[in-house]
């Protein structure tokens, strides 16, 4: 069993990946952005270690990895899983969640990469794993500056595996779909416009994920999956979750046109695009 550091470990599918990780017997550091939200690490079985850490501040990162360092003397494991997510058009995209968008999903996890890889390097082994989403494969609406930073910390995962495999350092993308715990209840843009052009859109998108919620997967898909790749037991590059897994991968397959026929439909805004009123 290792040392694994999960980010954004405090709610939703983080706080699940600890106390499943830790269950297995890892020694699990919590990264936490925020101390009021540690209920769900109440009772947490194993060796479970609570530790401040917001991605978007260097000095967090850096604390967290020596931390660990000095008290295990190593780190097996970093699951960047830390990321938020608004609904927004991108014309009216505030800088606020843009910027905080892209600061958490992927300049807080390339940041706290960063950290772990001296240790790692030095070491011979280790496994990075990025918590990414289906919707990083094709861009849904709403979700631009989301989709953005997911896509792109999967580039740089690409990049990074051919760099660090000399050292005995794996890298791995996992997507989940729509997620019990997960981001799947995006909240609008705090800063957007009272009045806007994409009011049906928006109006229709909330009541598409509102109507999911009866269907959410469960999270336990991302902690196996997670947990495999610790021990070994699955060895590939990128692994699609559940049961939107197959279309996200036939959207991949497809041409740029039958892709994009095959996102309207599964979101049901086909008027949109024809301009066509709601239905």
């Not at 479970?48 to 020596?66: F, I």
Request: hydrophobic share 45%; net charge negative; with cysteine.
């Amino acid at each position: 069993m290792g040392v694994v550091l999960v980010t954004g470990a405090g709610r939703g599918i983080g706080a699940r990946l600890t106390r499943g990780l830790a269950a297995k017997g890892h020694t699990v550091y919590a990264g936490l952005r925020s101390a009021a939200t540690t209920h769900e690490l109440e009772d947490a079985p194993g060796d479970v270690r609570l530790a401040p850490c917001d991605v978007t501040s260097p000095d967090d990162a850096r604390e967290l990895v020596a931390r660990a360092v000095d008290e295990c003397g190593r780190i097996d494991a970093l699951v960047n899983n830390a990321g938020v997510a608004w609904f927004a058009p991108a014309e009216e995209m505030s800088e606020h969640v843009l910027r905080t968008t892209l600061e958490t999903n992927l300049v807080g996890a390339i940041r706290t990469t960063q950290c772990v890889l001296p240790t790692m390097r030095a070491q011979g082994s280790g496994q990075i794993v990025m918590i990414s989403t289906l919707a990083a494969a094709t861009g849904l609406p709403l979700e631009s500056a989301y989709c953005a930073s997911k896509a792109g910390l999967e580039a740089f995962a690409e990049s990074l595996r051919h760099e660090v495999s000399r050292f005995g350092v794996g890298v791995s993308v996992i997507e989940p779909g729509i997620t019990e715990g997960g981001l799947s209840t995006s909240i609008p843009d705090p800063g957007a416009p009272a009045h806007s052009a994409y009011t049906a859109l928006l109006d229709h998108t909330h009541a598409f994920y509102d109507g999911a919620q009866s269907e959410l997967e469960s999270p336990q898909l991302v902690v196996d999956a997670v947990a495999a790749v610790l021990d070994g037991s699955a060895e590939g590059f990128r692994y699609r979750l559940g049961v939107t897994g197959p279309l996200i991968e036939q959207v991949v397959r497809a041409g740029d046109r039958e892709g994009e026929a095959l996102v309207r439909e599964a979101l049901g805004i086909g008027w949109w695009a024809d301009g066509a009123a709601a239905p």
